[in-house]
Nanobody
Framework: QVQLVESGGGLVQPGGSLRLSCAAS????????VGWYRRAPGKERDLVATITNGGRTNYADSVAGRFTISTGDNMDMVFLQMNSLKPEDTAVYYC?????????????WGQGTQVTVSS
């Protein structure tokens, strides 16, 4: 059973930085892609950044140039470096992993970690 556990959230002042981590376990196959999503209060869950097993990255326009996604070896860890944080970045951040097995694409989610940007 694939498990994703996020950490690193917290309270930070505008302009500050945080680094989120996601520990992935339980997969005997390589992930197709991993990524970060977020849900702000009263809003839908939106894409923040993704990275494929080939290293291709994709960022939401709102975070491009400020956030950087990266992984450890074998994608067992996923990181999100967040710089120049803004109050509108306040949200619960979720780690997601995509796994293709027997031709079927499975999606796995972590429980989320709260990020609050406020002075």
């Amino acid at each position: 059973q694939v498990q994703l556990v996020e950490s690193g959230g917290g309270l930070v002042q505008p302009g500050g930085s945080l680094r989120l981590s996601c520990a992935a376990s339980g997969s005997h196959l390589p992930f197709t892609a991993v990524g970060w999503y977020r849900r702000a209060p009263g809003k839908e869950r939106d894409l923040v950044a993704t990275i494929t097993n080939g290293g291709r990255t994709n960022y939401a326009d709102s975070v491009a140039g400020r956030f950087t996604i990266s992984t450890g070896d074998n994608m067992d860890m996923v990181f999100l470096q967040m710089n120049s944080l803004k109050p509108e970045d306040t949200a619960v951040y979720y780690c997601k992993a995509d796994l293709r097995q027997y031709g079927i694409l499975y999606y796995y989610w972590g429980q989320g970690t709260q990020v609050t940007v406020s002075s």
